[in-house]
């Protein structure tokens, strides 16, 4: 099976730089992606790594260590808007190439100014 | 260009009734995921429908089914409304590809409430 663990809240300020951490434990998977969601609001897709290593897009980038289990979302020049949960998710190789995700649950990332 | 739509946005059923969701995906995209989230929880997989066929199935019971059109759009029925069904039920689509993990395009949900 498959299990992710994240903070349940982090709080940082305006213009600052924060990392959300994700570790899991899984029998398999074909990469870890990162999803924004503000309250009431739909996931958003915000990055992917199917490859150990770090991913840019932007104010976003996220790492992935296979070897470690482990993988973060690091926010830079944060702006009040960044305040939403962040889940990471995982497909299974179980599941084979359907896009079925599970999710980690989640990150409450609020900023203050 | 449309993203996901989802009808209605907010529902209010009572116990043992049941309910249809509408789904219409992404243009271009013919692959449909739907997800339940329960208030302050992650999404979990319910099930997903490719070429008009249940494609993959997480742990939920029967009573929960789904439908494919040719257009690719879907619907979630739920039968048999327990108050524990209460959630944002959230449909998702996706690409084409032969690439695992294709970006998953959410709708904004239906929020479902039993009473």
């Known amino acids: 099976g498959q299990s992710l663990e994240q903070p349940s809240e982090v709080t940082a300020v305006e213009g600052a730089i924060v990392q959300i951490n994700c570790t899991y434990q899984?029998?398999?998977?074909?990469?870890l992606s990162w999803y924004q969601q503000h309250d009431g609001g739909a996931p958003t897709f915000l990055s992917y790594?199917?490859?150990?290593g770090l991913e840019e897009t932007g104010r976003f980038s996220s790492f992935l260590s296979r070897s470690d289990s482990y993988g973060y979302l690091l926010l830079q020049e944060l702006q009040m808007k960044d305040s939403a949960s962040y889940f990471c998710?995982?497909?299974?190789?179980?599941?084979?190439?359907?896009?079925?995700?599970?999710f980690g649950q989640g990150t409450t990332l609020q900023v203050k100014p | 260009d449309a993203g996901v739509t989802q009808s209605p946005t907010h529902l209010i059923k009572t116990r043992g009734q049941q309910v249809t969701l509408r789904c219409s995906p992404k243009?271009?995209?013919?692959?449909v995921s739907w997800y339940q989230q329960a208030l302050g929880q992650e999404p979990q997989f319910i099930f997903q429908?490719?070429?008009?066929?249940?494609?993959q199935r997480g742990n939920f019971p029967d009573r929960f089914s789904g439908h494919q059109f040719p257009n690719y759009s879907s619907e979630l029925n739920v039968n048999a409304l327990l108050l524990g069904d209460s959630a944002l039920y959230l449909c998702?689509?996706?690409?084409?590809?032969?690439?695992?993990?294709?970006?998953?395009?959410f709708g904004d949900g239906t929020r479902l409430s039993i009473l």
């Open positions: 998702a689509s996706s690409l084409p590809s032969e690439s695992p993990n294709q970006p998953q395009h």
């Open positions: 243009s271009g995209h013919d692959t």
């Open positions: 429908y490719y070429e008009e066929e249940e494609r």
């Open positions: 790594n199917a490859l150990d």
């Open positions: 998710a995982v497909g299974p190789l179980d599941s084979g190439n359907t896009g079925k995700l599970i």
């Open positions: 899984t029998s398999g998977f074909y990469g």
